[in-house]
């Protein structure tokens, strides 16, 4: 089994900043991808940010040069480092986790973090 633990979100004013932290444990495959959704009300969820293995990074172009994924291996954590907040980035931000043997489908997910941007 896995467990996903979510941390860090919040209400900040639009342009402000906020620190996304998600713990794996369990289970944990060395080879894997962790990464951040986010669903906003009534709309799909949607990719934000991944990181496979260490260094292999994927961005949604909407948040590209705003947010920052990194990964602590040791730790089975991976943070997002969101900066210049807008109003259209609240939503409910949810980590996961995925490995090679399942075709990389997030399988596993935390329970979610709500992230409101004030105008």
């Known amino acids: 089994q896995v467990q996903l633990v979510e941390s860090g979100g919040g209400l900040v004013q639009a342009g402000g900043s906020l620190r996304l932290s998600c713990a794996a444990s369990g289970n944990i495959f060395s080879s894997n991808a962790m990464g951040w959704y986010r669903q906003a009300p009534g709309k799909q969820r949607d990719l934000v940010a991944s990181?496979?293995?260490?260094?292999?990074?994927n961005y949604a172009d909407s948040v590209k040069g705003r947010f920052t994924i990194s990964r602590d291996n040791a730790k089975n954590t991976v943070y997002l480092q969101m900066n210049s907040l807008k109003p259209e980035d609240t939503a409910v931000y949810y980590c996961?986790?995925?490995?090679?043997?399942?075709?990389?489908?997030?399988?596993?997910w935390g329970q979610g973090t709500q992230v409101t941007v004030s105008s």
């Open positions: 996961y986790i995925a490995f090679p043997f399942e075709n990389w489908v997030p399988n596993y």
């Open positions: 990181i496979r293995n260490r260094v292999n990074t």
